[in-house]
């Protein structure tokens, strides 16, 4: 059975769509938005691909872009969906590389002979190299580095002091980050004026990727937990660096990936995680991304108010609950540092 990627924001016709190509005997994989679209189509690795055009953030042309960047999905057909009628743009979207296009409104019958042709006259895969499609062409974080040339030697490094704002929510990114050294966290404020934090990011980490792909304003805040040395990659080096090595736009892809699978993984622990267990786990993770010391007990250094806007619960609940902890000495708690004296039992704690 041929898999069909759909990426359009607007539900009704998003659903419409999948139903008449699931009528027709086609699995059909559905995004609503850039980030997950890309994801998918990366991961699932789809016989074809439909795609609108005006999606928020990110638009289709950066969405084509991108995956004609990678090996394993330049050979995927596509299909640009657009409202405009004007040739401008259809030429545009053939230009950029589309092997077709459906201009909304349009027939459920227009829409199974245009996927019925695409895929009869799919991309062949490259002869000589075709194994290379098996293997990872994200090289890893040195090759990533280097490329971007994230060296002290070759790049300034700008020093934030602590609770110094890195960048602020609703922003135009002019600039991707990239922790060398320090804590740094990112951060939404509720309009009753609690705050979560969204992300806690160490040496080595980047950070504003996501608002600068999907060519949007910062969704979040961050700013510096203690004294932190970044390095500032200009929007536009950043975006050609992506379109000249495929490596780079590789790494991305699969960063955003791991960046939506943990906001996940956030939201269920919120959901139906118990307080004990919701600060068991953000205990040990905090341990692996901020751990001091080669020590038979990790030791880490957050403050009360931080960890508790991490997990999401009061601070107060957060005390009481590491005094219990304390008590049952699974953590021991001196000069404002906490170290895990028992990570298994932490681990394995009863929701």
Do not use: W
């Amino acid at each position: 059975m041929k898999k069909i990627l759909v990426i359009e924001d607007e539900p009704e016709v998003r659903e419409n769509i999948a139903e008449i190509l699931q009528l027709s005997g086609y699995e059909v994989m559905k995004a609503c938005d850039c980030p997950s679209g890309v994801v998918m189509a990366g991961s699932e690795l789809p016989d074809l691909i439909l795609c609108d055009i005006a999606l928020p953030g990110m638009d289709g042309y950066e969405v084509l872009h991108l995956l004609h960047s990678s090996p394993l999905t330049v050979a995927i057909p596509f299909i640009f969906l657009t409202a405009a009628t004007e040739k401008e743009d259809i030429r545009k979207g053939m230009a950029a590389g589309a092997d077709d296009y459906l201009t909304k409104p349009f027939e459920g019958i227009d829409l199974l002979r245009a996927v019925e042709a695409c895929l009869k006259k799919r991309k062949p895969q490259p002869g000589p190299d075709s194994s290379k499609l098996t293997q990872p062409v994200e090289m890893g974080k040195p090759s990533v580095i280097s490329l971007l040339r994230l060296d002290p030697a070759e790049r300034d490094v700008t020093t934030f002091r602590k609770k110094q704002r890195v960048y602020s929510e609703g922003q135009r990114p002019a600039f991707i980050y990239y922790v060398v050294s320090g804590k740094v966290k990112t951060f939404r404020i509720h309009p009753d004026g609690k705050e979560f934090i969204t992300h806690l990011a160490g040496a080595g980490d980047f950070l504003g990727h996501v608002a600068l792909l999907q060519d949007g304003n910062y969704r979040d805040s961050a700013q510096a937990l203690e004294e932190a040395s970044l390095m500032l990659v200009p929007r536009q080096e950043f975006l050609a660096a992506m379109g000249a090595d495929r490596r780079i736009a590789q790494y991305f892809i699969d960063l955003l990936g791991r960046d939506i699978k943990a906001q996940e993984d956030s939201l269920m622990s919120l959901a139906y995680h118990s307080l004990r267990k919701r600060v068991a786990n953000g205990l040990l993770q905090l341990m692996v991304k901020f751990r001091e010391g080669d020590g038979d007990s990790p030791v880490t250094g957050i403050s009360r108010d931080n960890l508790s806007h991490f997990i999401g619960s009061a601070t107060e609940s957060l005390t009481r609950t590491l005094s219990d902890f304390r008590n049952e000495q699974l953590i021991d708690i001196r000069e404002g540092k906490i170290y895990l004296l028992n990570r298994e039992r932490l681990s394995k704690l009863v929701n």
